[in-house]
């Protein structure tokens, strides 16, 4: 029986969250991402975007030097907003995590001259959707 309790209990729980796939744009087909969402009940989120194969950002567009994560609520008139630096190492990869208080919004991914940029300027190289 505890068996059984621990087993719907494991199944409610990977119900709470699913990872959303991201699209790549063409100019980097073989990039790849993924984002994590976990939602407090609250209602406030803590996102987990993870990339691979996504080159240097200057690569994309010469005066790139960073990527730029944006979530764009799906509300009527919300404004863009930047999220933070998604940081690429040397095996092509990164982590972003972090937090929003939207449940229904667009993801994007845009190489940037600068990290303090306040909206997209770069095409956004990855894209996605979450709803709660």
């Known amino acids: ?29 073989f990039a790849q991402g993924e984002l994590d969402p976990s939602f407090e009940d609250n209602g406030n989120g803590e ?29 009527d008139d919300a404004p863009i907003q930047n999220v933070g630096v998604l940081t690429i190492d040397d095996s092509l990869a990164g982590e972003l995590t972090f937090k929003t208080s939207f449940q229904s919004f667009q993801v994007s991914v845009t190489p940037e001259a600068a990290a ?17």
Request: hydrophobic share 45%; charged share 10%; with cysteine.
């Open 47 to 75: 996102m987990t975007l993870t990339v691979q194969h996504l080159g240097a950002p200057n690569k994309l567009s010469s005066d790139a030097t960073v990527y730029v994560v944006w979530v764009q609520p799906k509300a």
């Open 116 to 132: 303090t940029v306040t909206k997209p300027e770069g095409k956004a190289v990855l894209t996605g959707s979450v709803a709660k």
């Open 1 to 29: 029986m505890k068996l059984l309790q621990l087993t719907g209990c494991m199944l409610l729980l990977a119900g709470c969250s699913h990872t959303i796939v991201l699209t790549p744009d063409a100019s980097v087909p």
